[in-house]
């Protein structure tokens, strides 16, 4: 199966996604780059996004990254850095690559950032996925 199909097929399912409105940016197989808007229910009450909201986006972008090869891949091990604290309104870019593999194991990274200024690393956050013996 492509990996647009594959990709589009889990996010046809991702309920989660679809509510914080994740949008699909670009794809390739084994990496991907996600969207969203930081909205006013995302907020924690200090008034800035809750940690949630940028590990939820680099999650799905690890799970699209990953799963986009062929092979249905599930998280085994993640992390984030929080590095700069986000408002209503910013828009995040997320994009997840796979940094090394071996048959069984992809480890992956995604970078979050502003859209507004790419240069500018929100937050950090690293995965491993167990790729299972099924195909898509």
Not at 17 to 24: D, E, F, H, N, T
Not at 53 to 78: C, H, M, P
Not at 83 to 98: G, R, T
């Amino acid at each position: 199966m492509p990996h647009t199909k594959i990709v589009n097929t889990m996010m046809e399912g991702d309920f989660f996604s679809q509510w914080l409105g994740i949008k699909i940016l670009e794809l390739k197989p084994g990496s991907c780059k996600l969207t969203l808007t930081v909205r006013k229910d995302m907020l924690n009450g200090f008034g800035i996004a809750h940690g949630g909201i940028t590990y939820s986006l680099a999650d799905s972008a690890l799970a699209f990254a990953s799963n986009s090869k062929g092979r249905k891949s599930v998280s085994i091990e993640t992390s984030i850095s929080h590095l700069v604290s986000l408002k209503e309104n910013d828009e995040l870019i997320a994009e997840a690559f796979c940094e090394t593999e071996t048959e069984k194991l992809g480890h992956y990274k995604v970078n979050l950032f502003l859209k507004s200024d790419p240069t500018k690393i929100v937050a950090l956050f690293k995965g491993i996925v167990y790729k299972t013996s099924k195909d898509w």
